[in-house]
């Protein structure tokens, strides 16, 4: 949790229209267990997003965790694939930043649906 509270912190210095996308998964490599989210200290380091989405195989645990901290998520901003994240941020007209914070299958999968649309370099 430690490294995902300095992490956490990035966004705080950017007062310009911003979005963040929790990315959750328990997969093998990421480990299953999850219980770390509540360790992460999201209450202390509260950043004001435009809009906030959650998403992964344990995108409810994510925005429950969320939800205690006062982010105030809502149905629509629990996205079922990454697809569907990235359609919503695509739709954003009001995030100049997209902030991501994943696990790493996460993170493999987001970067396999951000190149198949050619909005990044596929890279492996």
């Given amino acids: 949790p430690a490294g995902f509270n300095q992490g956490l912190m990035i966004p705080t210095y950017n007062k ?19 219980s770390w989210i509540w360790d992460v200290d999201f209450e202390n380091t509260f950043t004001d997003y435009n809009n906030i989405f959650v ?3 344990r995108r409810y645990d994510m925005a429950v965790r969320l939800n205690v901290a006062g982010y105030n998520l809502h149905c629509d901003d629990i996205c079922d694939t990454i697809d569907m994240l990235v359609e919503k941020i695509k739709k954003c007209d009001n995030c100049k930043y997209v902030y991501i914070f994943s696990t790493y299958t996460a993170m493999l999968s987001l970067r396999k649906v951000l190149a198949e649309q050619n909005i990044i370099e596929h890279s492996w």
């Fill in 55 to 57: 998403s992964g195989s």
């Fill in 16 to 34: 310009e229209d911003k979005c963040g996308c929790f990315i959750l998964n328990d997969d093998y490599a990421d480990g299953r267990d999850i």
